[in-house]
C-alpha cells in the first residue's frame, strides 16, 4: 500500500470540506436507502464527526497499534447503531452495511479527487478500507462479551432547578460501568439523535446515574422540557481518559473548576475522592448570578460529609473546599468574579492537579490564567463534548495540545 499517496489525496480530498460529506451521504442513501432512518434528520454533527474519523484513520494508517485500538473501539460504539432487515426487523450492523458504506466512500473519492483517482489509488483505499471495516467488526464482536451494544435507562426523577436546567436521574438496566469524569452517548428514541453526557456522580453500588442539563439545542430542549418520571433512555459505551485520570498524581491536591453544566462530571469525580481516604480538593463553581449555582446544595451537602476511608479509622471531613463564586449577585457573600479569577486567588497551584471544565469562553479563560499564573500545561485535564465532535478524537487533538483544547457545556 502507498501510504503516501493515500495521505496525499486524503489531503486533496478534505479541501472539498463538508460538500464531500454531503456528496458521501447522499451516495450512501441512494446506494441503500434502507440506511436512512439510521441517521438523524438533521445531518450537520455527523457530517464532521464522519470527515474527523477518517482524517485520523488516513493519519494512522500506518500504525497497526492506534488504528486497531481507534477501529476497535469505533466497532465497539457502533454497536448501538442498528440496521433494518427486509422485513424492517432491527438487526445489528453487519458486514453488508461497511460495503455499502465503502462503496460510497469509494465513489466519493472518486468523484472530488477526479483524474487524480487512479486504479492503483483506488486499489489502496479499498484495501485500507477494508482492513478498518474488518476491525471495526472484530472490535464489535469482542465488546459482545463484555457489554451490551446499549443501555436501556428508566427515568427515575426529574428536577426543574432553573428555567431551563434539568437534573435528572436514570436507572440502566445492566449495570454501566463508567469512570467519574467520563461521559456516555444518550438518546431519546423520539428524537432519534445521541449526544454526550456526563454522570454527576462517582458509580453507586444500584447502578443510578444523575444527569445535569440546560436547554441549548433541540435535544437537551427536549429533556429539560419534555423529559418525565418512566420515561425510556438509550445509553452508548462510556468514553473519556482526560478528566477520568485525576487520579495520576494521587498525592498532589486537586483543583476543580466548573463553569454551568460542566460542572457534572466534576461533581462525580469529587464523589470518588470523598469515597476514597480523600484527597485536599478545591471546588470551584462559577456563574454569572446565584441563581447559575443550581447544584449548590448537594455540593455543600458533600463538602460536609468526611472521606469514607477515613471516616471509617475515625478521621474527620475537610477535604473538600467549596468555592462558589458569582459575578454579580445581590447581597451575595461568596466570592465575587468569574471561576478563573477565584481559582487564581486561591493559589498557587503549581503543584496540584487541575481539571476545568464548562463552557468553550469559560474552559479557555480559565486555562489562559492558570497558565498566567505558573501552572504547566499538562498538569491541566480538559474534556470536550462539542456536538460536532467524536470524543476519542478530541482526547487525541488534547494530549498532542493540552493548552488549546476545551470541554463545550453540557
Ligand atoms: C470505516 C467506517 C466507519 C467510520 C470511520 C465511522 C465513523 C463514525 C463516527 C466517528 C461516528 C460518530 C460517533 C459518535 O459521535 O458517537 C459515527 C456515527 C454513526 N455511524 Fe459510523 N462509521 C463507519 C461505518 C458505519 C457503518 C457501516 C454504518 C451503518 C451503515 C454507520 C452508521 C453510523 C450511524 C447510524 C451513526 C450515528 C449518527 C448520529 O446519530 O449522529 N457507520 N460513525
Known amino acids: 500500500m502507498d501510504v503516501a499517496a493515500l495521505r496525499q489525496s486524503w489531503a486533496q480530498f478534505s479541501m472539498a470540506g463538508p460538500e464531500a460529506a454531503k456528496y458521501f451521504y447522499a451516495t450512501l442513501f441512494l446506494i441503500a436507502p434502507e440506511t436512512r432512518s439510521m441517521f438523524p434528520t438533521n445531518m450537520q454533527y455527523q457530517q464532521d464527526k464522519l470527515l474527523a474519523a477518517l482524517g485520523h484513520i488516513i493519519t494512522h494508517v500506518d ?14 460504539d457502533h454497536r448501538r447503531f442498528r440496521g433494518e432487515d427486509r422485513q424492517g426487523r432491527s438487526v445489528p450492523l453487519a458486514e453488508w452495511h461497511y460495503i455499502w458504506v465503502g462503496q460510497a466512500l469509494l465513489s466519493t473519492l472518486e468523484r472530488f479527487l477526479g483524474p487524480r483517482w487512479t486504479p492503483a489509488l483506488r486499489a489502496d483505499w479499498a484495501t485500507a478500507y477494508e482492513t478498518v471495516a474488518r476491525m471495526m467488526l ?18 427515575l426523577a426529574t428536577q426543574r432547578r432553573r ?11 445492566y449495570l454501566c460501568d463508567y469512570l467519574p469524569g467520563q ?39 427536549h429533556l429539560v422540557r419534555k423529559l418525565q418520571v418512566g420515561d425510556q433512555l438509550l445509553l452508548g459505551l462510556p468514553v473519556g481518559t482526560a478528566l477520568s485520570s485525576f487520579n495520576r498524581s494521587p498525592q ?10 460542566g460542572l457534572a462530571p466534576l461533581r462525580a469525580v469529587a464523589e470518588a475522592v470523598q469515597q476514597g481516604p ?7 463553581v462559577g456563574g454569572k448570578t446565584p441563581d447559575d449555582l443550581y447544584d449548590d446544595r448537594a455540593l455543600r451537602e458533600l463538602a460536609a460529609m468526611p472521606p469514607a476511608g477515613a471516616w471509617q479509622s475515625g478521621g474527620g471531613g475537610g477535604w473538600l473546599r467549596y468555592v462558589p463564586t458569582v459575578e454579580t449577585g445581590w447581597q451575595w457573600q461568596g466570592a465575587v468574579g468569574t471561576a478563573a479569577d477565584a481559582a487564581v486567588r486561591l493559589g498557587p497551584w503549581r503543584d496540584a492537579e487541575v481539571l476545568v471544565c464548562g463552557s468553550p469562553e469559560m ?12 501552572v504547566a500545561p499538562d498538569r491541566i485535564l480538559v474534556e470536550s463534548y462539542d456536538h460536532s465532535l467524536y470524543p476519542p478524537l478530541v482526547n487525541a487533538a488534547a494530549s498532542a495540545s493540552p493548552d488549546v483544547t476545551w470541554m463545550g457545556a453540557q
Request: hydrophobic share 40%.
Open 252 to 261: 498532589l491536591p486537586l483543583l476543580l473548576v466548573a463553569g454551568g453544566t
Open 163 to 173: 428555567a431551563d436546567v434539568c437534573v435528572f436521574t436514570v436507572r440502566p438496566n
Open 63 to 76: 500504525d497497526e497499534r492506534e488504528l486497531t485500538a481507534f477501529a476497535q473501539r469505533l466497532g465497539a
Open 363 to 374: 474552559t479557555q479563560a480559565t486555562l489562559s490564567a492558570l497558565a498566567a499564573s505558573g
Open 183 to 221: 461521559s456516555l452517548p444518550v438518546q431519546v428514541p423520539a428524537l432519534r439523535t445521541w449526544r454526550y453526557l456526563s454522570p454527576a456522580n462517582a458509580p453507586r453500588p444500584d447502578g443510578t446515574m444523575e444527569f445535569h442539563v440546560r436547554a441549548a439545542g433541540r435535544f437537551s430542549t
Open 278 to 284: 480523600g484527597r485536599p480538593t478545591t471546588l470551584v
Open 138 to 155: 472484530t472490535g464489535a464482536a469482542e465488546a459482545e462479551r463484555t457489554s451490551p451494544p446499549y443501555w436501556e435507562a428508566e427515568v
